[in-house]
């Protein structure tokens, strides 16, 4: 039998991500933040106006992972939960002064790090690149349904 080798999609942007984040988390390394970057970004964007359950759906995260996302940069001093006043079952997404200081240097470190990986990359080349992301993206989800991850099905 003949067995043909074929790398998957995933191990190259798997791969090309953690080396991201590597260079990242060496970056705000200063900062006292482990992980969680860009939900920190984002939820100090929306200082007080977004949930826990609107950072899940606009992250595409499941609610368990938030409320580990929020546990986390909580306890390192970054955010913290406020009850909604207007729905008490509710909780807000608040920054703390620490976490105000450190954004500006994080997404500053997210530009740098855009700007080298992007290095001799074309604007047009970028742009088709964000396309087929998009469209990877878009062919995955009609093959995420129950019946296709059935694993009693043959």
Same mark, same amino acid.
């Given at each position: 039998?003949?067995? #043909?080798? @074929?790398?998957? &999609? *995933?191990?190259? =942007? %798997? !791969? =090309?991500?953690?080396?991201?984040? *590597?260079?990242?988390?060496?970056?705000?390394?200063?900062?006292?933040? +482990?992980?969680?970057?860009?939900? =920190?970004?984002? &939820?100090?964007? !929306?200082?007080?106006?977004?949930?826990? #359950?609107?950072?899940?759906?606009? =992250?595409?995260?499941?609610? +368990?992972? @938030?409320?580990?996302? @929020?546990?986390?940069?909580?306890?390192?001093?970054?955010?913290?939960?406020?009850? %909604? $006043?207007?729905?008490?079952?509710? !909780?807000?997404?608040?920054?703390?002064?620490?976490?105000?200081?450190?954004?500006?240097? @994080?997404?500053?470190?997210?530009?740098?790090?855009?700007? %080298?990986?992007?290095?001799?990359? +074309?604007?047009?080349?970028?742009?088709?690149?964000?396309?087929?992301?998009? #469209?990877? *993206?878009?062919?995955? #989800? $009609?093959?995420?349904?129950?019946?296709? %991850?059935?694993?009693?099905?043959?």
């Amino acid at each position: 039998m003949e067995v #043909k080798l @074929i790398e998957p &999609i *995933s191990r190259k =942007l %798997n !791969h =090309l991500g953690r080396a991201y984040l *590597s260079l990242l988390a060496k970056q705000v390394e200063p900062l006292g933040i +482990s992980r969680y970057y860009y939900a =920190l970004t984002y &939820i100090c964007y !929306h200082d007080g106006k977004l949930t826990q #359950k609107a950072l899940a759906n606009e =992250l595409g995260k499941d609610k +368990s992972l @938030i409320v580990t996302i @929020i546990d986390t940069l909580s306890e390192q001093g970054f955010v913290y939960r406020e009850t %909604n $006043p207007a729905d008490r079952r509710e !909780h807000l997404l608040r920054v703390t002064d620490k976490a105000k200081e450190a954004v500006p240097q @994080i997404i500053e470190a997210f530009e740098i790090l855009n700007k %080298n990986i992007t290095e001799d990359i +074309s604007e047009e080349e970028m742009k088709i690149f964000n396309i087929v992301l998009a #469209k990877m *993206s878009q062919n995955l #989800k $009609p093959l995420n349904t129950p019946e296709n %991850n059935d694993e009693t099905k043959s």
